[in-house]
């Protein structure tokens, strides 16, 4: 096989951490243990020099690349470059909590960037074997994430449970996929595409793969009814994992369900098919994940709750069937990685040795014993729930005016009173960080600068998207209309 120039431009940010992540598990391998800052500080060097080279390589039109098996489009440079931005907020977020619990180690660094990878080759896949490796990919590095903490006999519980039930939508993907394959002859997105169009795919093996895939995708995102793994993995994991579980899997899911269902599946009669079904799994989504959170007394299965419940907003925003919902969707999913990032980050910093903050009782008085952290919390509660002036408001927003133009108006109306029932158990929160007095045995926080600065910039970041969303919303909406 040979490589042209556009093959290697279009596999570059991929063959870039592909070679630094080796680099950081070779040099590894020569660190004595008091030496691991060494591979701690590589690993957030390769992401950020990863999404630097996403944005310095983007392209204004697609560009296939190794025969059609990845393609280089606004919307891989997009996805790409916030994933590597998220995954190294979790790394900086999670530095004390891993180095306290003995998981400050090369293979902890090198799964989280090999999870990266797959990622990303999700997010640049144009072939169904492509998305699968990459998807796989993830899948795998996140299991044994799961599970590193060897003396937890609860994170080996939610790694097995995790990897049971990935395993099966696993399955259920590929069955779907083959039976795509079956209805079309073909196994590129574009290929697909063109059969569904002009009416040569096979249209009862078609709606069949097609009900597989859905499934398959919804085991990933975590909506209901396939979301039985999620509170169980959140709860268990260790918080670093958790941190990472809640954030850039759910923006490269998305993707992962952009590329199928609107590049491959995206034309009629096929779209009329899986919208009715995103439309059942949003209205279970928001129902159960907005009213089981309020019995939650575990911030982590609260927050895993409200998770299953923004995906089901995630979801509506997918469902509307054209450009400007799509854009709406990846713009409340970056949004609502970047909150989760904070949510579970602020849990590993309350955390120490011996002790795990994740209890809502864990929050009492945090305005007493740290006013920055209680502040940076209120604002991601605040986004979560979709108050303005935080980014969150206008995600809400977006997506429902997308709906509400193509007819929703029933759908949209069932939104906004279930986000008013979740707005309960955010504000809870609120209430007991800044009306109740802290524990007696509540030991002071200490933050160093660096920590400051990162809970800075996360909050302030998420003030500044909610007075000034144009720009990433339009960069969302042009990836999404130039790449799909």
Known sequence: MTFTSNDLMAAAPLVLLLALTCGVLLLDLLLRDEQRQISYVLSIASLLATGLSCIAFRVAAPLPAFNGMLVADSLSALVGATLCLLVAGTL?????????????????????????????VMASASHLLTLYLGLELLSLSLYALVALRRDSASAIEAAMKYFVLGALSSGMLLYGMSMIYGATGSLQLNAIADHVVTGHANPTILVFGLVFLVAGLGFKLGVVPFHMWVPDVYDG???????????????????????????????????????????????????????????QTNIKRMLAYS???????????????????????????IVYALTALGAFGMITLLSRTGFEAQMLEDFRGL?????????????????????????????????????????????????????????????????LMYFDAPSAEAPPLLSTPATRALVLANGLGLLALGVLPGALMDWCTQAVLSSL
């Open 237 to 295: 994991a260790p918080s670093s994992v958790t941190l990472l579980l809640g954030s850039a899997p759910k923006l490269a899911g998305l993707v992962l369900m952009l590329r199928i269902l609107v590049e491959a599946l995206g034309a009629q009669p096929v779209l009329v098919e899986w919208q009715k079904m995103l439309v059942i799994l949003a209205v279970l989504s928001l129902a159960l994940g907005n009213i089981t959170a309020i019995a």
């Open 367 to 431: 305005h007493e014993r740290n006013p920055w952290y209680a502040f940076v919390m209120l604002v991601l509660m605040f986004s979560l729930t979709g108050i303005p002036p935080t980014v969150g408001f206008y995600a809400k927003l977006t997506v429902l005016q997308a709906i509400i133009g193509q007819g929703y108006l029933a759908l949209s109306v069932y939104a906004v009173l279930l986000s008013l029932v979740g707005a309960f158990y955010y504000l809870r929160l609120v209430k």
């Open 92 to 120: 900086a977020y999670s530095r004390a909590y891993i180095r306290d619990r003995g998981l400050f180690t090369g293979e902890y660094f090198t799964l989280v960037l090999f999870a990266t990878f797959g990622m990303l």
């Open 307 to 333: 998770t299953i419940s923004h995906m089901g907003f995630v979801l509506l925003g997918v469902l509307s069937g054209y450009g400007g919902g799509y854009g709406a969707a990846l713009f409340y999913t």
